[in-house]
């Protein structure tokens, strides 16, 4: 039985993202392994979490990133250590950061526009709301009405 298509887009609870996160990184690395061991490839994974923690996995181990590294160079004819590298990474970086702001600024004034919303009053003027509140003031009539009858040697405290 096969899952439905998952909509990809950002997870807004972090908690549910970490979760997320941390079960997907397992399952990549998982196939990383598998690819590895069962075509007898050599394999390097890199992952960087949102926040900026460092996972890897290089297959053979005793192959390390250095190694790897190196390798894709000679077989690219590119120098990952050149000062125009580098500046394309930090600046691919800058624009990710500058992305990540953006939308942490919308968020920011979703959340505002929310609050706005609330009465000055600190009550909101919700059916559901205000139902609840009667409701919870007919429980507290309907107990003090109670405890009138039955007389002051069995009031209890209710809160």
């Known amino acids: 039985m096969g899952r439905g298509k998952v909509e990809l887009r950002r997870i807004e609870n972090g ?3 970490q979760v997320t996160f ?4 397992a399952g990549l690395f998982k196939k990383a ?3 590895s061991v069962l075509c007898d490839a050599q394999v ?3 992952v960087f979490s949102s926040a900026g923690k460092l996972y890897e996995l290089s297959s053979p181990c005793s192959f390390g990133v ?3 590294m190196e390798k894709y160079e000679r077989a690219t004819q590119s120098k990952f ?3 125009e590298y580098m500046d394309r990474i930090i600046q ?3 624009d990710h950061l500058a992305n990540m702001e953006i939308v942490h600024q919308e968020e920011r004034e979703k959340l505002q526009e929310k609050i706005s919303q609330i009465p000055r009053n600190g009550r909101p003027s919700s059916p559901c709301f205000t139902h609840g509140l009667r409701l919870n003031s007919s429980h507290a009539m309907m107990d003090h009405e109670l405890d009138l009858k ?3 040697s069995t009031m209890v405290n209710h809160n």
């Open 15 to 17: 908690a549910q993202r």
């Open 44 to 46: 390097l994974l890199i």
């Open 92 to 94: 691919e970086e800058i």
């Open 33 to 35: 392994r598998e690819i």
């Open 81 to 83: 250590w050149e000062k």
């Open 22 to 25: 941390s079960k997907r990184k």
């Open 150 to 152: 039955l007389g002051p």
């Open 66 to 68: 250095k190694k790897f």
